[in-house]
């Protein structure tokens, strides 16, 4: 398990970590999602060990990583699969972390072939490897001790769609075993399929915490039609929030039932090519939503689209 518990870091006077409290449970995979510079990175870091919080504290299996007594036997750890040994084969740098453990020597061929590196690659110096491969290498290494816990950043950059789906297999088949992964990636729709629970930062705080279908259940309703006016101003006169989803010439997502929002199309005269209820909204939206405010493009809630008015 994983704890945060009021957890705040300072830079100066800038707060890169802001009175962050969160879980992530054995047997379920948490997605931690924010934009750049919202705190993940940060967070992150000061779980393994790597950055010092200024307040509150940050547990794996009920203690701080500096205190548990050899923490990759408890903890794997992948926060930047380019930090590895230029120089070094793969196979090397699993020998020299098999060793590091004294595990037996077996569990070097066990994790490249559970990571689908060859033996031909295992021998390349890891110079030469492709971004996908040192992320291969660098999950090997984060499993080779048994760990109870994941912690991942990014691990499904530079992978083939091939890869994302083995990685996802991968995550899910640990968890459902037992263990706690906590994920972070930019990849929202392979956040959406392999995650039970979603944690979302911006600027530094929590902005939502809960089960994915929590999350996604008050995630509102997305229309589409050809013309949106008709059905801004239409929502705009029944006091319904909404904002515009993929520029002014995509849809809305309103802040109401799919039902009442059929309806008031319906009245409108507006024909509908889209309308999809709480549960279908998708991650997407619901992140976007959440941190728009740390968006560069924020999309501007009640507004007519191209200057009309209401």
């Given at each position: ?24 449970r ?16 940060t ?47 793969g ?24 990571v ?12 030469n ?41 991968l ?13 972070s ?15 979302v ?110």
């Open positions: 398990m994983i704890t945060i518990d009021h957890l705040t870091r300072t830079y100066g006077s800038f707060t890169a970590v802001d009175d962050v409290s969160f879980t992530a054995p047997g379920r995979v948490t997605g931690f999602l924010g934009p750049n510079g919202a705190g993940k990175s967070t992150m870091r000061i779980l393994v060990g790597l950055t010092a919080p200024g307040s509150g504290s940050a547990t794996v299996c009920g203690k701080s990583f500096s205190d548990l007594p050899n923490p990759a036997r408890q903890v794997g750890v992948l926060l930047d699969a380019s930090a590895q040994h230029a120089g070094r084969s196979r090397e740098i699993l020998t020299i972390a098999q060793r590091t453990l004294g595990l037996p020597a077996d569990r070097v061929d066990a994790m490249l072939a559970k689908s590196l060859s033996e031909e690659e295992s021998r390349r110096r890891v110079r490897y492709s971004l996908g491969m040192r992320q291969r290498l660098g999950l090997a290494v984060a499993l080779i001790g048994d760990p109870e816990v994941l912690i991942l950043d990014e691990p499904a950059n530079g992978l083939d769609p091939a890869g994302i789906r083995w990685m996802r297999d995550l899910r088949d640990y968890a459902n075993r037992g263990g706690t992964v906590l994920l990636s930019h990849l929202l729709h392979e956040i959406e399929v392999v995650a039970d629970d979603l944690v930062i911006g600027n530094g705080r929590i902005v939502a915490d809960g089960t994915k279908a929590e999350l996604l259940a008050g995630a509102g309703t997305l229309v589409r039609t050809a013309d949106v006016r008709p059905l801004a101003r239409a929502l705009v006169d029944a006091a319904i929030e909404f904002t515009h989803v993929d520029g002014l010439d995509g849809g809305l997502r309103v802040e109401a039932e799919a039902e009442l929002v059929g309806r008031l199309a319906f009245d409108a005269g507006v024909p509908l090519t889209e309308l999809r209820g709480a549960d279908g909204a998708g991650l997407e939206d619901m992140f976007l939503e959440l941190t728009a405010d740390t968006q560069r493009e924020q999309p501007t809630p009640n507004s007519l689209p191209n200057g009309a008015a209401a």
